[in-house]
């Protein structure tokens, strides 16, 4: 397991720590991250996955807390972003609604993941491409 310090909605820093698994498919890569309190073991997880798209980019296709008080507003979509850029070593950028730039079958960003990417862009960590329809992280 892995420690990452994340800063809530508060302004309070959390410790979490994470597993990662790499499931390789005919089409791709995906990469799931759980992410757990560092305190105690949730039989549920925060779920963050990133899909590789080409040889230097990864999407993000998850961001799930599964109603859990213990994952919410604490930061941890931002520093998993981060997170997924630093250990994969890929460019990340969001999935899309715009029919002409989705790049996977069922890709689609939530109003709840629009607020996570729109906060990056507020701190200069990331920007929305506009030609491509798809915020990209900024490290």
């Known amino acids: 397991m892995i420690n990452i310090d994340c ?8 410790t979490f720590e994470y597993e990662s698994e790499q499931k390789d498919f005919l089409d ?4 799931v991250f759980r992410i757990y309190p560092l305190d105690k073991r949730m039989p549920d997880f925060f779920e963050f996955c990133i899909t590789r798209i080409d040889e230097k980019t990864g999407k993000v296709t998850m961001m799930h807390h599964h109603n859990q008080s213990e994952y919410r ?12 850029h630093k250990v994969l070593k890929l460019q990340i950028i969001s999935s899309t609604n715009s ?4 790049v996977l079958v069922n890709e ?11 906060r990056l862009v507020d701190r200069g960590k990331a920007f929305f491409d506009n030609q491509r329809k798809v915020y990209i992280y900024k490290p």
Do not use: C, F, L
């Open 7 to 14: 800063k809530g909605k508060d302004g309070t820093i959390v």
């Open 108 to 118: 689609y960003i939530t109003e709840s993941a629009k607020k996570v990417w729109e």
């Open 99 to 102: 029919k002409t730039h989705k």
């Open 28 to 31: 791709g890569t995906e990469w």
């Open 73 to 84: 507003a604490k930061g941890i979509p931002e520093r998993m972003i981060e997170e997924a």
